[in-house]
Structure formats: C-alpha cells, structure tokens
C-alpha cells in the first residue's frame, strides 16, 4: 500500500491514538502552508553589539533612532542611537550635551512616541525629550526649565464712583415726611413702594453694566491664567484666585429725593426722583521676566487669563420689610464724625438743584458706607429731601455657595508668550465684562505634567493612555501650590513653612517653600490646594503656627478653606494653633489602580482630569486596541481592551477621544513577562493576542478564543522517549549537519510544556507575514502561531535568546542576549535554513502490524546543495519507539519520522510518500 503524508504543523493534542496521519510532535524552523512545509529564514540583523537594552523604536520622517535602557544601581540611564548605530546626543536639564541622559534614582516604566517627542513614564514623573530636527539631537522638556510666568493680580486701591441719570418715578398720592435723623420717607403707599422697587432693580442691571463696560468690578470673581500650547490645551493652569472688590459690603448706592412739594401742601408728592451711584475698582496685574526656551517655542503659544462671572453679592429683590430697612431704619447709615474732604455727590446732584451740605460720610472707608444729605431751602422757600441709602447684601450662605460651587470661567485675555513684557503694572481696561460668557470658556484642568505616572500606558490613535494611575501628593511646580489670594497690599504676612495633610495617608508632607509665599490681609480670603485628598493646611505665619481646615471642592480640582467674606485676621481667630512634624517626602505618589488617563491627540503634555475613568476594581496591567490594515480602516478605530487583575474590559473612546462606555468581556488574567519591552499581549491584523492561564489567546470585540489548545498535549523529548539501536544517539553519527543538529535539537526538543514555556514569555507580531511569536528569554527556540494558516511551528535562534521585542504597528524589532538588533519584517534569505520536523505516530490508517518497504521525499528544491536526511522510529505499544535501520525487518504498530532539511528559502518539502505491508494474520501456525 502507499500512502502520501502532508504535514500539518504541531499539533499535540488529542493522543496519539486519534491522531491524524500528518500531525507533527515538533516543527523547527518551517511553516506549514496549506499541507508543504516552507522554510522560515531567520529576522535580518539591522544592529549589531548595543551594549543596552532596546526599549523602543522612534520613527522620525524615514529616519529611525533606537532607544535603549541601562541600569545602573537605582539609575536609569538612556541612550539613542541612530540606523547607523551612531549615538545622538541628548542636551540635560543642565543644558549640557552628552552621549546619554541619566535619570538618577528614577524607575521607568513605560515608554511611548508621540510625533517627534518621547515619552517616558517614570516614578518621578513623565518625562519628554523632543527630537530637534534644526539640531540633530533630543533636547529633555523640563518642567523647571520651562518656568512658568509668575502673575500677580489685585484690586486698585482707590475706587471709581459712577452714577446712571436721574429717574422721576410716579409716586402720585404718596405722603411724604421727614423722621427725626431728617431721613425721607412715606406713607404706607405700597404703589409708591414697588414703583421705586421696580426702578431700582432695573437701575442696579444698568449701572452694573456701565461699570462692566469700563472694565470696572464691583462684586467677587475667581481668575486664574495658563500657558496655552498650539493645539488649544494647556500645559500649566493656577489655582483659582479669589479677587474682592466690594467684599461683604454693598457697592450699589441711591438717593431717594421727593419732588413737586409746596409751601402750602408739603405733604402731597408726585414725583420720587431716583438715581443710582456705585463704587468700583480696577484689576491690575503684573508679570515676571520671562523668556521661553527654544524647545518650547512652538509648543507653547499665548499666557491667558479666565474670570470666572460675578458673584452679585446684593439683593434683587425687597419686601414690605425691606421698605422699611430702606427708608425708616437708621441701622442701615452708619453715622460718624463730619468729613468735608469727601463731596462725592457734589459732582452729580449739585447742578440742578440748590447748594449741597453733606452733613455725615463714613471717613474709613468711603467707598462701602455713606449716611444722608439735606438739601438747602430752595428761591420759593421749599426744601428738597433726599436719603442716601444702599442696597442689602444678601445672606452669608449664598455669598459661601457662591464661592464654592463655581467652576466656570472665560479667557479674557491673551499674551503671546514670546511678547511679555516683565516688571510693569498694568491694568485690564480692555475687558467688556457684560461679554465675558460669549469669550471661550475653560474646558479643561489639565494634570502638570511631572505630578503624575503609570506603570501601564499605550498609544492609541496619536493619544497617549495611561492606567494604573499614580499621582503626586504635593504638587510639583509651588508657583501653583497654594496661593493664598485677594489683594495683594503692603500688609501681606510671610508665610515661613507649609504642609498639608492628605487624609487618604494620613500622613503630613512638607510643601515647597523656595518662593516666598504670602497671605493676604484682604477682606476676605480663598485658600486652594490642588489636591482633593488635603483635610488640612499647616501655614506658619509670623512664628505662629495654625491648622486650617480644608475640604474638597464642588467643582474645581482640589480642597479650598472659605470662611466667609472677613478679613485674615478675623479669620485666624478659626484656625487651630499648633505645631506639627512633617513628612519630608515631596515625592509621595498616591495611587489609582483602576483609573485610566488620557492625553490630547498629538500632545502628550496635557491629560485632562475631567476625561477620567475607572474600569473594574483592581489594578490595570494592560492596555491595547485591536488593529487592522491601513487599506481596511484607521489604526484605533477599535475599543480599547483593557486588561484588569480580575478580568478584561472593552472600553469605547468616542470620536472626539471621550471615554464612553466600557464592560467585561472575559475573566482571563494576563501571564507572562509585564517588562517594559517584554509584553504578554500584542495588536495583530483584527484581534489582540495574549497570554492567560489558558495559554495563548485571542480577542477580537466580545470574543475570547483560546488558539493554543491544539499545543496542551505532553511534549515527548526524544532523548528520553526514543530508544537509540545499539545505544547509538538517535542523531546519525554521519550525518554532516551533526554539530548542528545536535546543538538545535538540544535545545528546542527539552520536554518543556508549552504552558511553562508561557510563564515568563512576551509576544511579538509579524505584520508581514501574519504570525505571532511567542518568545522567553531563557530558551533558544520561540514559538510561532501562524494565523494565515492556522498552524504551529518553532523556529531556533542558533544559540541566540531574544531578550525583548519592540512592537510598533506595523513594525517588530527583536533583541538577542547578544546585543544584536533583528528587524523581524526583514528576512534573511542568503543562508540556507536548517529545518528539523518530527511527526506525530503514523499508523497509516489502522492499528495493524506494518513494515515500510519504501520511502519518499517529495522535495521541491531550487539548489543542488539542498538535500533531506531521516531518522526512522517504530513502536508496538504506542510509548517506546525503536530506530529502524533497515526497511526489511520487524514490523511495527506506528511509526515516528524525524526529518531535518537543508534548504533555500524558496525551497518547499511538499510531502512523504510510503509505501507498506501489512503482517500477515492469517498464516498456519
């Protein structure tokens, strides 16, 4: 009988009894495609002798420049180099040029390209070095190099009085007197009242509008400012600055005069004649010397200023009580000595009327509180009454909800960044703040950019993502530390140390005081920490030491301290005076396992807080998305599949780069190496691979297959399972591939299972050829699922353990534990490959007693050099295996080829011809 056997890749499982004719126990070095094996050449070596280890692969334009990663004790050291294998210099943040760039004490976990910038997650924080084309080396973006400009704002001092023209409202019938203080009123004419109640409403709109058409403020706001980057984010944002023009004290005031009254009814009025004063100020601003490095130039474009709108602290509406606040109760004017100095009603009510005499004014501070005026007799003998009064300020509790629920603001002002003039006080007069909400507002509160970091990131579509989250306890850059805020006067205390209580840890941390910090005496102040974990402040002013409560905000990114609209040191009677011990770790990270970050697309700099999620409950190992060929669609255009210490999660991102919703889709756990250029799961062309207790596995949307179930089996080591005649090794001693051969099957056929194989493996992906290789650094041979063809194979490295694998869709580079660098799309086809396959046991279809009476290797070679050798083994019982040496012999159940090859690339083993006999069964005995 004769037989022709296609080999089919390894396959290991089920047993050897239901085995298909053409399944291999082993496969080296060739590929099964449909039913030939195909020789598979080795990666062409690209880089030879890097004495460190390549972490990633920068492509700039058609130039790529190798990255590589040494350990020195705590330090990492980074190198580059270029395809020529020359090193790039990397200018420090000490502005000098070296050979590499030492992060001293520093871990790093995760490195990623964006455009011409790399990207390096560490435990001190991100860290960037920018490719500078004009200057052939990287340049590292140092935040402190950066120095952001330091802004200052505060109210002028000395107020502006504007005044809307007088109004005469209907007031026909009312009946007017005059009280002992010589204070207007009427009668209980609820008509009179509510015509002067509406006018005033209206009046108080418009004359606050006039003053915000002048730039002028009359009631609370928050500002803040950023540096702005050329893709519209922000690189650095303040904390909020509580700015008080009028603090608890109304700005709005009126005069309430009785017109048409007569010598012989000077009770009977007609007219109310109103007119509305009110007290504003300036905002000025300064801002420190400043030059931006040239790294930065264009990167970041324009320093901007945000308000937040008013908090209109006065009531806008009365009640009958109210009358009687405004026109009968002296409580509301504040009586104190005669100051003649200020007449700032003479200007506005003296030109139609007889001569003023202001009789009292508040001296302390005129611009909050006057009392009344009486008018001198007129030609005819009649008098004019007017009372001078001010709008109520509402409650305490609205001016706090004020305060604290805000979180809204609009740029009202941009500087280029490369224009700021330092050292120069300057006033914002070209604000119409009636417009600020049609001004584009802030839509984001970026992280600075060395306060955070992750064990986990992935670039996905031009975004960097981050997860496992790990963020600094105290903010980095003290320019935006604390700020203490309000006006900025002469009498502002020095604050000596600061350190704030993060009650997650429970813990104090010392917060950096290498610029003079200040709290102002203004009346009122706004404390803000950029950390919504901080319960308390440690602020030590003047020698003393107080506690200050802090607690999270309603809107904004931090814990803020408000106690009202009163002055510091009112206030201070409220802290707890103390002294405490603080941790001097500034570099304290806290950490967010299930959280996930992400940058704006293009710009690694700016991770917004307000676009976070949390996925599962435990700590992310892994992010990935699934991938597809450029003819087929755009790279991340799939789900992110995010890999949790209790299961995976499929994650939408929305096509402006929102997160949307996410859900599991499987409980396998990720096995093998997590090293930062060793990664058990890999983007191939649809699906996402990667290695589980099940072993290798497939996803592609909600679906998980395992593909290497076909591998489960018991792996035979043919030293030990395969029986040598005449106790000759099983290899042929004549055989001239025998140093070779020997050393290959060595160390590929070790007994080891494919699942411990697994242990501590890392995957790559062969875009070009479709493939998935499966890689340990403690072996000489890696594992190769081909998803083309659905088949498994070995290749053998020669000696060479592959320490690590760069995988950048659609490129894969590989480095030998000798230093070497191996393009994997590249193939090296100017050698001959040594191929070894070893079959499973062939029974030729049934379980009968055969003898091989011939032999044949159907080869198809392109080279006279190519040829095939053979060793022959038998079996009876299906576990020992005899060698055969001649094919005239003792018959056998089963029988196990072992084939090595010798071929071209293009060479191809199509089949194996048998031909056979039964034994006989029913001869005479």
Known sequence: MANNILFNGIKRVPGDITNQDGDLMECINLESVSGELKPVPLPQKVMSKFTDNLIGVHNIENDKNFVTLKKYKDDSIIKIYSNIGTSIYITGEDGNDADSLIFYDTEIFSVEFVGNVIVFSTNKGMKYLRWMDTKNKYIILSSDKLNVPDMRFWIKDDSIFLKRNAIDVNVSSSIVGINNDGHLYFSDSEAAFTAIEQTLKTEAKNIISDAHDKCRFLFPFFIRYGIRMFDGSYYYISQPILMQPSNDKPALFYTVSAMNVTST???????????????????????????????????????????????????????????????????????????DSWNMLKDYTGEKYCKQEITHVISDNIRYEVNRINLTQKADGTYYNMSLGKFPVVDNNVQFDNVTNNGIFFRVKSFNINELKSGKYETMKDININEITSMPSLQENAFTISDIYSKVSYNYNNRIILGDIYRRNISSDYKFGLIATGEWGQNDYKVNNISYHNKVQDDWFDIDMTTNFVVAVSNGTF????????????????????????????????????????????????????????????????????LIFQSNVSNPFSFNVNNTVEVGKRAITGIIANMQAVSQGQFGQYPLMIFTEDGIYSLGIASDGTFNDFSPISTDILKGDKDINRKPFVSANQCVIFLSERGLMAASGSSVLCISESLDGNVMNPGNDFVPKNSVDFISSDDILEEYMDNMTGACLDGTEFKTFCNDAFLSYDYSHDRIIILNSNYEYSYIYSIRYKTWYKIYSSGIRYKSAINNFTETYLQGDNNSIYDVMQEDNSKFINGLFISRPIRFSNDNYKTIKRILHRVQKTDSESFVKMLLYGSRDGNTFYQITSLRGTSFRSFVFIIYVHLRPNDRYSYLSVDWEEKLNDKLR
């Open 265 to 339: 009814n000077p009770g009977a009025v007609n007219i109310a004649h109103l007119q509305l004063f009110c007290s504003c100020s300036e905002m000025m601003f300064s801002i420190s010397q400043y030059t931006l490095p040239d790294e930065f130039k264009d990167l970041i474009t324009y320093l901007d200023v945000f308000i937040s709108p008013m908090f209109y602290n006065y009531k806008d509406d009365f009640d009958n009580n109210d009358y009687n606040d405004l026109f009968f109760d002296n409580s509301q004017f504040i009586n104190v000595e005669y100051d």
């Open 527 to 594: 404390l803000f920490y950029p950390n919504a974990d901080c319960d308390k402040l440690y602020v030590e002013i003047d020698g003393l030491g107080y506690i200050i409560p802090m607690v999270e905000h309603n809107v904004l990114n931090g814990s803020y301290w408000f106690d009202g609209f009163k002055s510091f040191i009112e206030n201070k009677n409220s802290f707890v005076t103390g002294v405490i011990q603080s941790n001097s770790d500034v570099n304290s990270f806290s950490r967010e396992q299930n």
